[in-house]
Structures are given as structure tokens and as C-alpha cells.
């Protein structure tokens, strides 16, 4: 069994990576290589690994890193979204043309690879219906929505084609993220609480009753697993799904900090509202029925407590 994980240099990536060298096995079989792609080296030891450093969307380089026969592909390689909105070309050279690359680069090696790509939430816009369910019209409002929504688009097409064997997984937010804030519009999500549980002060940008859903590292990667183990027969020519996750207000997950830390690390949290975090967010889903993703045995943490105790758990240094 051969891997191949692209972004692996990122938080998902690496911990993605950690989780799959424990195990030592996917989908019934030995795991006996990981190759992990990223712009940088990614920070990994294991005599199972290579280590590759290449731009997905630069022509031939795709090529050459599904050349060696990948059993399952990770795609998790992305601009995220607030970098993606403040650099058009970057994030259509990374989310799209990269990924088109990558998955013409299957279509044409040999064998049909289980392809297992990293989609996001962001590809439905506003107006919703409370819950959002399963069949809900994608329409997003962002160029990292639309991006991401290609790169569906594109995975359902080449897997009804028979090119790879695709499952597209719309994460929700992953919180709490270690490590320092990154671009995406989103970060503010776990600044409030991986600051102040680290003793500094968190800057809130957005009002209290932003409503949105969550979910942990942990889960992350348990979804990212079980889609590369899915019987994807099962998903009836649709292989895009919404992750179930933990929906609760900006206010809830501070009141749930305070549960689970104490009133000090919340009185942290500093309002400072940024119009243009505010805007974009305002754009995103609140809440989803994810029935159609739980029935194919997808699972999430129980509440945003559970998710905060996560990271205390696996990242609070």
C-alpha cells in the first residue's frame, strides 16, 4: 500500500501523516510507503516516508509524484480562504489549477487510485435554510467556495469517468488549530481559544451570535480515514459529503471555554470587530443536516467541550 498526501506539510498533513504511520495499515493492507507533497519539506522521520517539495500546479510535477503507483491520495494541498479572496490568481493556481493537474496526472498513470479530497463548507453561500440539508444547492459566495467547488465538480466528473475513485469531504471548520493564527477567515475560530488557553489575549472579530459549525483536528482526520476506507459504491454517483461537526455561536464556544478552563482564560477574549472577517463569515453556513454523511458512518465530536479538551489533549504545549 502506497500513500500519497499532498499539503502534508500543514496541520491536517502532518497529523494526518502521524495518524496513518501509527495505524501501519490502510484499507486491509500493510502500509508500505507515504509519500508527503508540500511547497515546503514536511517535518516528518519515519523510513516510510519521502519527502517531496514540488508546486502541483506547475506542469510535470504531478506527473512525476503519481508516476510511483499511489494506492490512495490525500489531497489536501489549498489556498485557504481569506488568502484565496485577497489573491485571485494564487488561489486559482493553487485550488484549482493544482488539483486539475494532480487528478489528470491519475487520469493518465496507471491503476484507479482512491482519491480522498479535502473540499470545505464554503461551497454553499447564503440564503440558507436552517439546517442546510444534504441536498442543498452549492452556491458560494467566495473565490475559495468556488474554487473548492470546482475541484468537486472535477472529482465527481473523473470518478464517473473511472479516471480515480473519488470521495470529496466539505469539512467544517477545524478548531481548535495549534500552532499560530493562519490566513483563513476562519483562524479567529481558534484564536479564542487556543490563545487564552495558552495564557494571551484573543481578539474577537466578529458578533457573539455568529452560528457556525466545528470540528476537532482529531475528527478531521478520522473523516479523512474512513473516506479512504468507504465503500464508495454506496454513494450513488455523489461523492461529495458534508461533515457532520459541533454547530454552536462564537458566544457558546467562550462559554464553553469557560467551562472547561475557568472565567480567567475567556475575560482573554478581546472584542476588536474587523468588517471585512465579519463579511466574509457572514457569508457561511450556520448549521447542516448531515444525515446522509452520518448513515456512511462519518463521526464528530459530541460537543464543542469534547473539542476543546481535544486540543488540550494533543496540542496544548
Known amino acids: 500500500m502506497r500513500v500519497l498526501v499532498t499539503g502534508a506539510a500543514g496541520m491536517l498533513g502532518r497529523k494526518l501523516t502521524r495518524r496513518l504511520l501509527e495505524r501501519g495499515r490502510l484499507r486491509g493492507e500493510r502500509i508500505d510507503a507515504v509519500d508527503l507533497v508540500d511547497l515546503v519539506p514536511a517535518p516528518v522521520e519515519s523510513e516510510l516516508c519521502d519527502v517531496h517539495v514540488a508546486d502541483l500546479s506547475r506542469s510535470g510535477e504531478a506527473e512525476a509524484l503519481v508516476s510511483v503507483g499511489p494506492d490512495v491520495v490525500f489531497h489536501l494541498a489549498a489556498v485557504v480562504s481569506a488568502e484565496a479572496e485577497a489573491d485571485f490568481d494564487k488561489g486559482m493556481g493553487v485550488n484549482v489549477d493544482g488539483t486539475r493537474q494532480l487528478f489528470d496526472a491519475i487520469r493518465l498513470a496507471p491503476g484507479v487510485p482512491r482519491v480522498v479530497y479535502a473540499s470545505s463548507i464554503a461551497v454553499f453561500g447564503a440564503p440558507f435554510p436552517d ?3 444534504d441536498d442543498f444547492h452549492p452556491t458560494p459566495l467566495t473565490s475559495y467556495g468556488t474554487q473548492k467547488l470546482i475541484g468537486e465538480a472535477l472529482l465527481a466528473d473523473y470518478s464517473r469517468r473511472g479516471f480515480l475513485d473519488g470521495v470529496g469531504i466539505r469539512f467544517p471548520t477545524v478548531s481548535v488549530r495549534p ?8 483562524s479567529f475560530f481558534s484564536g479564542i481559544i487556543r490563545e487564552p488557553l495558552n495564557g ?3 481578539k474577537l472579530p466578529v458578533s457573539r451570535d455568529v452560528r457556525h459549525p466545528h470540528a476537532s483536528p482529531r475528527a478531521a482526520v478520522g473523516f479523512m480515514l474512513h473516506a479512504a476506507e468507504l465503500d464508495t ?4 454517483g455523489r ?8 454547530s454552536v455561536t462564537v458566544g457558546e464556544q467562550i462559554e464553553a471555554l469557560g467551562r472547561v478552563a475557568g472565567p480567567d482564560a475567556a ?3 478581546i472584542e476588536a470587530p474587523d468588517p471585512t472577517v465579519a463579511e466574509i463569515v457572514a457569508g457561511w453556513p450556520p448549521r447542516f443536516d ?5 448513515t456512511l458512518g462519518f463521526t464528530a465530536d459530541d460537543t464543542y467541550e469534547d473539542i476543546i479538551r481535544a486540543y488540550i489533549a494533543d496540542d496544548l504545549p
Open 239 to 246: 461523492p461529495n459529503l458534508t461533515m457532520p461537526g459541533v
Open 290 to 294: 448531515t444525515a446522509r454523511a452520518t
Open 131 to 133: 439546517p442546510i440539508p
Open 179 to 186: 500552532g499560530k493564527p493562519n490566513a483563513a477567515a476562519s
Open 233 to 236: 459504491s454506496r454513494l450513488g
Open 200 to 202: 494571551q489575549e484573543a
Open 267 to 269: 475575560a482573554l477574549i
